[in-house]
């Protein structure tokens, strides 16, 4: 079904963009590192396929695991991918301290709140109804959800080190965050409520209902399907943040070791 | 070998060993050691419930024991075993050696210690007590519903079960916050958390781990008592409610609790591996690293145990994968002992012994363990010997020869005496051969589909041999627990004495004398590395010089806070599960009598919210006027805070007579059930905050609580905005129907 043409939006407004993106970077960062160059083009990519491919054409009102899919590569993968191809040097350049441990709680808790909440809020029922019917609140909606996970993981993978979390309080951001996911996806796959009606009766312009209803997916099905790619997928991802910042946590005598002498009292 | 950094008679020349001075005990030793005794006695009481259900089916058709008591039997067993044993002997561990081994002179809370221990044997003893009713629990470990329902079982054996298991619960929590407290806040100079021995970081997880895993168990067991006693129908399908329920919740706390004890069977195997391989262990980071994904993964694949019931096929899936998924973080461990004995100058004692069984058998559980994360495999298998097998495999295989390991290692740091090595290998020899002969062949008998839990086994071909092996295998793991208590007896008795560092060790608890004196030590050694024993016995090839760790900042967070966040986690955790059981039974469908849009009045309690809201306003108000002395501006605002919470309160019970006296009781419908029982339970605790900050505001009226001695105040205060903060949440689903 994946190879149907219907199915696939190559007219879509994202390729405008997404150039528009990539333009930006290059004239603000001139002369990126490969790697760098290399998470904005994977980031943008991504974006790009959540629009251009099946899935944001399924993602309209018909699959609501496809939109589930789109949701999480917008507020978990490209922001994660943008986060990282930002020159670290540049930016320190620009940013000045002012007063760090403030600074940091604060951007933690937008962060952090930003991350969790754009989901629980875009899944109220009649909000999740109204943001796929409408094309300009849905734009709101995706532009929200790759600012909070930019916010989101800002913290963790941000190219300032003076606005990254401390491992061990990184890894209780990132696992709390696994916990709101988790609820909110252990709601959505048990819950026998129509989370978002308007996926309840789609309209089949191109007949993929009535395959993929044949496959298996009836609107009960998928639905339990989106609440687990709302819990599983993102508390993986987390989790494999969390052992890089384990990773992180227990390599960094050298650093510390310039920073601090041996300790004092308990 | 290392000189004694204290010698034992400098402190105290004659230690009181009467019973009272046991019984008043505040040392973290004699707790951890009245920890272990207790569970060898319910050891001992489990394993002879174990060899019972073993005689009845060492042959087909047997009635040695009525189908009643069989269920009784494996019931308690499951319980005794878990509850009494399991977790009461590695809380004894903890408590002895993680003080010991980051330099502390005791447990964060002393007092509190002691109040979790005897928590555990009066939760015991309510457990057995039920015997004397005439009706012990025999609902099977895990109670499912609607079997543990009054409707199904009527006599009040699951109620002792319930109540014996909230005490014991009770007694968990505390302990464990008590650790995470100890090993945050406590720790010597020098020794930063990356350095901390892996012991002392697994069981760091792992109380963590009792932490958020226990609420589950609690919410759950409130719920049952609640349809026992009060009528209300969580868990009874035919008045509406869900016995699927009961399994998410129980084995949202069931599996997460296998790692409760298979973390500190890790811990264990961690340091006796490297001492007995005269090699500090290989991959540090991973193993620890390893051990703190476990703790995150461990909350993600409890429905495994549900595959049978038909959660469908997209959760089965995901579960699957899941619980795959978590055999990478096991599975990167046993390569890290491995590697760790690799090219090692290998001693084998006793405990090092153990600890290699450990390995082979451990591995085995947990390959069967893989097979059953295939759904059909799980199909098939489930409910039979085999799971039997499997998770014994784990539990005894892993986890208690682990626990022997243990035991022959640190034995002669607990009592300053050794243990005979002899008597060792004969009790190591008679437990390898009578486990595997048990359980071994437990697994043929699974395949060939012998049910778990029936009391008696027809005489299919090859039944009746298989079984009495499985029997005679049990007899000779009794024998050799004979054999390791007549050991201790004996070397307590008239044992070798041990000295400082018997096995040439490596952590702090080394360097201390056998048994340590009151206060663990006179003066820690410089702790430059993970090994600091060994710096301090080799300074030409101290670990410090060829590896660095990250140093030691020095800061140290207070306690009272550290254990209030600890406090406010386990509980955010019991509310979010009553009120997803909320959620559950009031979304979607319209039921009927009464409901929240029909009898809760959104306008009024909209009211008292905001009063409560501003209590915690009024609170920092008061701790600011507190932070500047200003004692008669912080009483009068504390004053506040305490009348605005009563007023809350006044509220609720206004709410609750104007329902009860329409009609509206928490027997009415699933509506009602959940409604009282959330709304309840943060009443009560309010009232809980309430009485804190009267505590607060007399102690402040005493003149104890000053500026510099307000920590505790801060503690409470994190108590005091979560209660507020659930309460938004609480008002939010219920009042305001958010997810409905």
Known sequence: MILMPELWNGSSPIWFAVGLVIIAYLAIFRRPKPAQFFALTLGLGFMTLAYVSPIGYLADGYVFSAHMVQHLLMLLIVPLCLVLSLPKDQLKSWFHSTGRLSTLKIISLIGWTGGVGAMWFWHVPSLCSISTESPLLGIVRDASFLLAGIAFWWPIYGPLKRTRLEPPVGIIYLFSACLGCTLLGIYITFTTTTVCPVFANPADSFGVMSRLSAAGLTPAVDQNLGGLLMWVPPCLLYVSAIISLLGRWYTNAEHDHSVSGVAGAT | ?740
């Open chain 2, 1 to 740: 070998m290392t000189d004694p950094l204290l010698k034992p008679d400098s402190h105290e020349t004659k230690p009181d060993w009467g019973l009272m001075s046991w019984i008043c005990s505040v040392d973290h030793k004699r707790i951890g050691i009245m920890y272990m005794l207790l569970a060898v006695f319910f050891l001992l009481v489990g394993g002879f419930e174990a060899l019972l259900i073993r005689v009845q089916l060492a042959t087909p058709m047997n009635d040695f024991v009525s189908p009643q008591m069989y269920n009784q039997l494996f019931t308690l067993h499951g319980t005794t075993m878990i509850f009494l044993v399991g977790m009461p002997v590695f809380t004894g561990f903890s408590n002895f050696i993680v003080p010991l081994m980051i330099g502390a002179k005791d447990v964060a809370f002393p007092r509190l210690n002691a109040m979790s221990f005897w928590m555990l044997p009066f939760g015991g003893a309510l457990l057995y007590f039920s015997f004397f009713t005439g009706s012990a629990p025999d609902a099977g470990w895990f109670s499912y519903a609607p079997l543990s329902t009054r409707p199904f079982s009527s006599l009040p054996g699951v109620d002792y079960w319930i109540i014996g298991l909230a005490v014991m619960g009770i007694g968990s929590i505390s302990g464990a916050i008590n650790i995470v407290a100890t090993v945050m806040c406590c720790r010597a100079p020098g020794m930063s958390m990356q350095r901390v021995p892996l012991f002392v970081w697994i069981m760091f997880m792992q109380a963590i781990l009792i932490v958020i895993t226990i609420p589950p168990l609690n919410s759950a067991i409130a719920m049952l008592l609640i349809d026992r006693w009060l009528g209300a129908a969580f868990f009874e399908p035919a008045r509406g409610g869900s016995a699927l329920l009961w399994q998410h919740f129980f084995w949202m706390f069931g599996h997460p609790e296998v790692y409760v004890f298979a973390l500190p069977s890790f811990a264990i195997v961690s340091e006796v591996i490297p001492v007995f391989s005269r090699k500090p262990i290989y991959g540090y980071a991973f193993v620890a690293g390893s051990s703190t994904v476990i703790v995150l993964l461990s909350y993600t694949v409890w429905a495994h145990h549900m595959f049978a019931v038909g959660l469908g096929m997209g959760p089965n899936i995901f579960f699957a994968a899941a619980t795959l998924l978590i055999a990478l973080p096991t599975g990167v461990k046993i390569f890290n002992w491995t590697a760790t004995l690799w090219g090692g100058s290998i001693r084998f004692t006793t405990a090092m012994m153990f600890a290699i069984a450990f390995l082979v058998q451990f591995v085995i559980g947990g390959l069967t363990g893989i097979m059953f994360a295939a759904v059909p495999v799980d199909w098939q298998l489930t409910d039979t010997y085999f799971v039997v097998a499997h998770f014994h495999y784990v539990l005894v295989g892993g986890i208690v020869f682990s626990l022997f390991a243990a035991t022959y290692y640190w034995f002669p740091k607990i009592t300053g005496r050794m243990l005979d090595e002899r008597l060792g290998k004969l009790q190591f020899w008679l437990w390898v051969i009578g486990f595997n002969g048990t359980f071994g062949i437990q697994h043929f008998l699974g395949l060939m589909g012998m049910p778990r839990r029936v009391y008696q086994f027809a005489d299919n071909p090859g039944w009746a041999v298989c079984n009495a092996i499985s029997s005679a295998g049990a007899v000779l793991m009794a024998v050799g627990t004979l054999v390791l208590i007549w050991n201790i007896w004996r070397s307590l008795r008239n044992g070798k004495t041990s000295g400082v560092n018997p096995w040439q060790a490596f952590t702090l608890e080394w360097a201390t004398s056998s048994p340590p004196p009151l206060e663990n030590f006179d003066r820690i050694p410089e702790i430059r590395s993970r090994r600091p024993v060994w710096d301090l016995d080799h300074p030409e090839l101290a670990d410090w010089k060829t590896e660095k760790t990250p140093e030691d900042k020095g800061s140290r967070p207070s306690p009272a806070k550290t254990a209030a966040w600890a406090f406010v986690i386990s509980e955010a955790i019991f509310f979010i599960l009553l009120l997803v059981s909320y959620v559950v039974f009031n979304s979607g469908k319209t039921a009927e009598g009464p409901t929240a849009n029909t009898v809760l009045d959104v306008n009024r309690t909209g009211f008292f919210t905001l009063v409560l809201l501003s209590s915690s306003l009024t609170f920092w108000i008061a701790e600011r006027y507190l932070r500047r002395t200003n004692m008669r501006a912080f009483q009068l605002w504390l004053s506040f805070t305490i009348l605005l919470g009563c007023i809350f309160i006044g509220g609720q019970v206004w709410e609750y007579y104007g329902l009860i006296s329409s009609g509206v009781t928490i027997n009415r419908n699933l509506f009602a059930s959940t409604f009282f029982t959330v709304t309840g339970f943060h009443g009560l605790h309010v009232t809980g905050g309430i009485v804190a900050l009267s505590i607060m505001l007399l102690m402040a009226r005493s003149g104890y609580l000053t500026s510099k001695r307000s920590v505790v105040y801060n503690a409470v205060g994190i108590y005091w905005h979560f209660v507020d903060l659930v309460w938004i949440a609480v008002f939010s689903i219920i009042y305001l129907g958010y997810l409905q």
